[in-house]
């Protein structure tokens, strides 16, 4: 069409021209219309109103599944934080955004006490070694102990913004470590206090090591310090090429506490000696890195959790792009890759086997062999991100407890009658010969308006005889709130990426 003509056509009120389609002067012949089909792409693209005979409903069904024994719903917000008892494994506590934190029993729910006072998001709760203490501590930086048989509050003291906290292995001492870099340890109930002085950055993660006279602490500046708790002094600070090149996000050590696994944002897992104090392997799954993390890297992937197995010397890394890595300690080589559908939040190794257990952030519980990477099980019930899970340890009737996001419940799902055109019934010749037998191999109208109305009402007609429409009685998804417009649009185009 030319210019002439576009600026020809009367406009009334906010009408504006989209796109102006030229249409040829000469009509199209069979053949060209052949050439336009073989563009169409019916395998890829998006999905939206076609569904072949074997799709649908397999989603939907896992949305409804739940495989837990119990649900625990006293909190109104989020969970952050949940600890099982060593002792008995039979209470729990668990802490979150509704600024509360309970002590209850695992094996009906029933609330034992409340530890009440907090005035911040909970996001770290425990039982001592002995399960008689359990310490609550919320963002603000106020912790508070509990005596568990009576249920009444022993201590408390305010820090800065807490960032992490942990019991002792085997005494009544709390460690913490704060926004201001600080380190807190205090004798309860006494409330005896020793602080290790920081580098003036967050003290992302720390660990007490298993002889309990020592404690690694990772920082937000990537430095790594190994501090004795007796003498108040670090005996090992790990930086520059032997530090993380971010902040360190987690930490582990070995059942003998001779080595310490730490993670950070970028992307590597480092090896420790604790008695040298020498990096001894770094695990990447992407292979060698440079000395400058790209920030696009960092932004999108990070180390969130590592462990170690105890029965065999492997360790394990797990990644925010839903990577699981199990190495080898003794070659330090790569042995398993075990991919997720959603970031990993954290793992955890049965004491007494190669089985490990990762939770993520798609809402699901996964059990992992080791030895051949392959998965065992995994457990579904929640509708929203998985924050944190505690596994029992001492008994061969293992459970695991989760906690998460919590949002409203979801009506529940019905059934209802979809229409759809199966798409494996398309057949590009088939269409090519009903295009070259339709009015669009005629005279075209003139009028624009006219020829679009032609073409679509031609096109609808072609597919409604090549693949007519199907209905099919179907589960309806659950209204989940959290499932938006946006979420979807990204489900959808990380499909089409995993289909090329």
Known sequence: MENSEINSVDLHGDEEI?????????????????????????????????????EGGEEMEEADKDDSDLTFSRHTGSVFCVNLDPSTNSLAVTGGEDDRAFVWRVSDGEVLFECTGHKDSVTSASFSHDSALVATGDMSGLI?????????????????????????????????????????????????????????????????????????????????????????????????????????????????????????????????????????????????????????????????????????????VAYLDGTLAIYDLSTQSLRHKCPHEAGIVHLQWEDSSPLLYTCSLDGAVRIWDARSGQMVTQYHGHTAEILDFTL????????????????????????????????????????????????????????????????????TQIIDTVAPLTTRTVKKDRNCPWYTLELRLLK?????????
């Open 18 to 54: 989209i796109e102006v389609i030229e249409l040829n002067e000469t009509e199209p012949n069979p053949d060209d219309l052949a050439e336009d089909i073989e563009d169409v792409n019916f395998t890829e693209g998006d999905d939206e109103g076609w569904e072949t005979e074997d």
């Open 144 to 316: 508070k102990v509990w005596k568990v048989e009576t249920k009444q509050e022993v201590w408390s003291f305010e820090v800065e913004d807490l960032e992490w906290m942990e019991w002792h292995p085997c005494a009544h001492v709390l460690l913490a470590g704060t926004a201001d870099g600080n380190v807190w340890m205090w004798k309860i109930p006494s409330g005896e206090c020793k602080t290790f002085q920081g580098p003036g950055c967050q003290a992302t993660t720390g660990k007490i090591l298993p002889d309990g006279k020592r404690a690694v602490v990772g920082y937000e500046d990537g430095i790594i310090r190994l501090w004795d708790l007796k003498q108040g002094n670090t005996s090992h600070v790990l930086k520059g090429p032997d530090g993380h090149q971010g902040p360190v996000t987690c930490v582990a050590c070995s059942k003998d506490g001779s080595l310490i696994l730490t993670g950070s944002v970028d992307c590597r897992a480092k090896l420790i000696s604790t008695a040298t104090g020498k990096v001894v392997g770094v695990f990447s799954t992407e292979g060698r890195k440079p000395k400058v993390l790209m920030e696009e890297e960092s932004e999108t992937n990070s180390v969130e959790s590592v462990g170690f197995c105890n029965v065999l010397p492997l360790v394990a």
């Open 392 to 459: 029992n340890r001492y008994i061969s009737d293992h459970f695991l407890i989760t906690a998460n996001v919590n949002l409203p419940t979801p009506s529940s799902a019905t059934d209802t009658v979809i229409s759809f055109h199966p798409k494996n019934l398309l057949n590009p010749l088939k269409l090519s010969e009903c295009l070259s037998s339709s009015p669009l191999t005629g005279t075209l109208p003139s009028l624009v308006d006219d020829a679009v109305t032609l073409y679509n009402a031609t096109h």
């Open 492 to 500: 959808s185009a990380c499909r089409k990426l995993e289909r090329k």
